[in-house]
């Protein structure tokens, strides 16, 4: 049996719910039989880019039935006119499914009402066909868009959601386009996967389809990695160009600023970075270090602390190797002091007396931020001890960075653990 999910990579567990209901639509007397729930229609939620529409065209080939898609292309009493003659198609056409492609952008709301003329018709459609075979896709970015009276059960009452691939199915997606490709060579698939952590699958495509360009460009029998680093590097993280006359001094300390961040990364939370770059733009040089990290929502007390001394880290290095108040840590100092309130205001880490309430304000601020230089110097200590530790790492680590400008996380590997990925 054909499996028209095969082109879609990841996503297994909306591929598994999909399938059900899949078979419910193809053998709908089994499931009634068995007093089994008859959904009529779903909503695919996500950011652009994680799929949403080419999943629900493989759902719809799977299905045997014939789609007829709605998307908005006109701002009149024309795309009104559209919603109703489609459905009446749908029905003449039974069983079949529509799609409802984008509908979050069907009506224009200054405000969220839900009575907009354009979801009204959507949902009296939806009423109408209930009982004549004609199942209901949605797609959507923004689900706030959409009124509730349209998500409920009936109608679109099954909601799925697409988030950006985790980086085991980032790794996967990279992997089937590369062997789609005969021209590629010394890839690192993970790499790739680790620059791009957040990112959709339509960025994944994007990068690959541009580090093919630069190689067509430059005349190259290969894409190679470092194709596919730059192109990271201009679509992701939005760096092009460069200019050659900057100090010697400067390019050391901006380096010495991203080592310090990547070694203490990698020293309190191992095989974290994902990249580390600097590059002379505009006149200025710019640096910069990406982190695969767990969700917030798993931060425990320590990993806040390790987030602080990795903060801190840049400041620390240029002050441990050069002897100098680094000026470019502002940033820095800002996410670190973010975290450190967290820890002393929002959770009481070093006690309640730094809970602030009406009445004891300005006498709890005090202690609170009393509180939280200690967290920061404490850290930055405990951040300049383990930089001198490990001074041989960081220096190998900001060589490498003058050398290459920039290093990816098999780089990383490699200088910290000796580890060769590929």
């Known amino acids: ?11 297994e567990n909306i591929k598994y719910e999909l399938r059900i209901i899949i078979d419910m639509l193809k053998n709908t007397e089994k499931y009634k039989k068995m007093g089994a729930y008859m959904r009529n229609g779903i909503l695919f939620i996500g950011p652009p880019g994680t799929g949403k529409t080419t999943m629900a065209n493989c759902f719809a080939s799977a299905t045997g039935r014939k789609i007829f898609t709605i998307r908005k292309k006109y701002s009149d009493g024309r795309f009104l006119e559209e919603i109703n003659t489609t459905f009446s198609e749908a029905v003449e056409a039974a069983p079949s499914i529509i799609l409802l492609d984008d509908i979050d952008k069907f009506a224009v709301q200054e405000a969220h009402r839900g009575n907009e003329e354009e979801f009204v018709a959507v949902q009296a459609c939806i009423d109408e066909v209930r009982e004549k075979d004609v199942f209901v896709i949605a797609t959507a970015n ?13 109608r679109l009452g099954k909601a ?6 985790q980086k085991s199915d980032r790794i996967a997606i990279i992997d089937h386009y590369l062997k789609r490709m005969n021209n590629v060579k010394d890839v690192d698939s993970e ?12 960025m994944l495509e994007t990068i690959i389809k541009t580090a093919a360009m ?3 460009y430059n005349n190259n029998e290969y894409i190679l990695m470092d194709d596919f680093v730059e192109a990271c590097l201009e679509e992701v993280f939005d760096i092009r160009g460069s200019d050659e006359n900057l100090s010697e001094k400067t390019c050391i300390r901006t380096a010495y600023h991203e080592a310090g961040h990547a070694l203490i990364a990698e020293l309190v939370d191992p095989k974290s970075v994902s990249i580390v770059s600097i590059r002379k733009i505009d006149s200025h040089v710019q640096g910069f270090v990406r982190y695969s990290r767990i969700p917030e929502s798993e931060y425990t007390y320590d990993y806040y602390e390790n987030l602080i001394k990795v903060s801190l880290a840049g400041k620390a290095a240029v002050e441990v190797v050069l002897g100098e108040t680094d000026l470019g840590t502002n940033r820095d100092l800002h996410n670190a002091f973010d ?3 967290k820890l002393v205001d929002n959770y009481c880490s070093y006690g309640f007396h730094n809970w602030i309430e009406d009445g004891n304000g300005d006498f709890v601020a005090e202690n609170r931020n009393r509180e939280m230089i200690a967290v920061m110097e404490r850290n930055y200590m405990a951040v300049k001890k383990m930089l001198i530790e490990n001074r041989e790492l960081l220096d190998l680590l900001a060589n490498a960075l003058l050398e290459k400008t920039t290093l990816i996380y098999s780089d990383i590997q490699a200088i910290m653990y000796g580890e060769e990925v590929m």
Do not use: H, T
């Open 1 to 11: 049996m054909k499996d028209f999910f095969s082109e879609i990579v990841g996503y």
């Open 142 to 154: 923004d689900s706030r868009r959409i009124p509730d009276s349209l998500q409920r059960d009936g």
């Open 160 to 165: 799925i959601i697409f988030n950006v691939p």
């Open 191 to 202: 790499s790739i996967a680790r620059m791009l952590d957040g990112y959709s699958c339509a």
């Open 214 to 216: 630069r190689a067509a």
């Open 339 to 341: 975290r450190a309130s």
